[in-house]
């Protein structure tokens, strides 16, 4: 079974390209985080959890999911990561997470696709984001075709720097930059919901129509990317950055 969780599309894209191999069902996670309810899961077949990395890390709340979700049946587990650049040292993590929740780690494929964390760095262009996916489809291809073989993942070795991102870098990411002080609305906002709706944290409310948002976010940038009228900023750090969402279908680039 296939679990995905996505912000901004490019998950929900990679999980497509498994479930075409592979032909097994995808589960969107957006609606279980939301929940915050940790319903038993049994799977005939590999369990494969696609998600963006946050941090050179899994998000840190798909994490605590699979950490406290029971699997029963099949307990095999692929971990299929899109990611802007890299992902760290991740591997190890997952390796030690599927011990400790009595899953067989059979490796990871960290792919590359266009970054979505506009309070860091700038938007993509057009013309990036189709030259990323178009690199990322043969990768997500290969990756899904070992999958659907029952292959290992293989391993990729990582360095002093991946070490240092996944760990302690990390740890200090999440303590003292994920805050959510800096949002904001423009006048341009509808009071449409669609920010609260996406939050996986549901850290988000209207309050007289507008969004206010309550010191759990993640950064997953849902709210401000999926915001129909871009109506959300983060202080002057997206100012002016076009939003970016990943609404194609896989293997569509254009
Ligand atoms: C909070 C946050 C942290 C991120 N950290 C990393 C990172 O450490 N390495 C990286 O290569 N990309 C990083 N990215 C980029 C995303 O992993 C990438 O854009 C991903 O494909 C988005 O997936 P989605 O569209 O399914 O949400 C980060 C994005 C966000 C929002």
Not at 22 to 45: I, M, N, Q, T, Y
Not at 72 to 95: E, I, P, Q, W
Not at 111 to 122: G, R
Request: hydrophobic letters at 35%; charged letters at 25%; a positive charge.
């Amino acid at each position: 079974m296939i679990f995905y969780y996505s912000a901004t599309g490019n998950s929900r894209y990679a999980a497509e390209a498994v479930r075409e191999a592979s032909g097994d069902r995808c589960a969107d996670l957006l609606p279980v985080l939301r929940s915050g309810k940790r319903e038993p899961v049994r799977s005939e077949r590999p369990l494969v959890f696609v998600c963006p990395v946050y941090c050179w890390q899994l998000p840190h709340m798909v994490e605590r999911w699979i950490g406290e979700t029971p699997f029963s049946g099949c307990r095999d587990a692929y971990f299929v990561l899109t990611c802007g650049g890299d992902a760290g040292n991740a591997a190890s993590y997952l390796k030690k997470l599927c011990a400790r929740c009595g899953l067989k780690y059979r490796g990871t494929a960290a792919i590359p696709m266009p970054d979505n964390y506009l309070m860091m760095f700038p938007s993509p262009t057009e013309e990036e984001i189709r030259e990323s996916l178009r690199k990322a489809v043969p990768l997500l291809k290969d990756a899904a075709e070992r999958i659907a073989r029952g292959e290992d993942l293989p391993e990729k070795p990582c360095g002093f720097l991946g070490k240092l991102c996944s760990g302690p870098v990390n740890r200090l990411f999440y303590r003292y930059y994920l805050k959510d002080k800096a949002f904001a609305v423009s006048d341009a906002c509808v009071g449409c919901g669609k920010c609260a709706s996406v939050c996986p944290m549901r850290n988000i409310t209207l309050e007289g129509g507008k969004p206010v948002w309550h010191g759990s976010c993640t950064h997953c940038t849902a709210c401000l990317n999926l915001c129909p009228a871009s109506a959300i900023e983060y202080g002057k750090k997206t100012r002016g950055k076009r939003r970016y969402r990943n609404d194609r279908k896989f293997p569509e680039t254009e």
